[in-house]
């Protein structure tokens, strides 16, 4: 089975450094991250639950703007290749299959600045949010 399940780029200002810059968003069954192009800095989140969430209540209505995406990826539950809705908030990361709804709740653990963005290990790593989130 792919073991990388979403993989992809949202233009925003990050959070860290402030600029516009593309935020690579990817997702995997175990882990989760958003890492800024600019700054390199990493947020990890893991994951929480799975399940079918057909109300959408697993993203949440939060206090604080998510990201809101669209991205196609293959089903690890009905096993379509489809649109997900990826929603990417300060605390957690949503995955939902259109087809059949199934949830993947990915939630906050950790951040750290990576001097290469594609480096696994954690250079500094912060256990705090930085507190530039809501
Ligand atoms: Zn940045
Ligand atoms: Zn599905």
Known sequence: MNDRFISTNYRTD???????????????????????????????????????????????????????????AACRNCGVSGLHDLTVSCRSITVRCRNCRFTHLYRFDLEYMADEPAAERPAGVVTEHSGTCP
């Not at 402030?18 to 994951?47: K, L, S, W």
Request: hydrophobic share 40%.
């Open 14 to 72: 990050c959070y860290h450094c402030r600029q516009v810059a593309d935020q690579h968003i990817q997702a995997m069954p175990n882990r989760a991250d958003v890492t800024c192009e600019a700054c390199g800095a990493t947020r990890v989140f893991v994951p929480r639950m799975e399940d079918v969430d057909d109300a959408g209540k697993f993203a949440g209505p939060g206090p604080w703007p998510v990201w809101s995406l669209a991205v196609e």
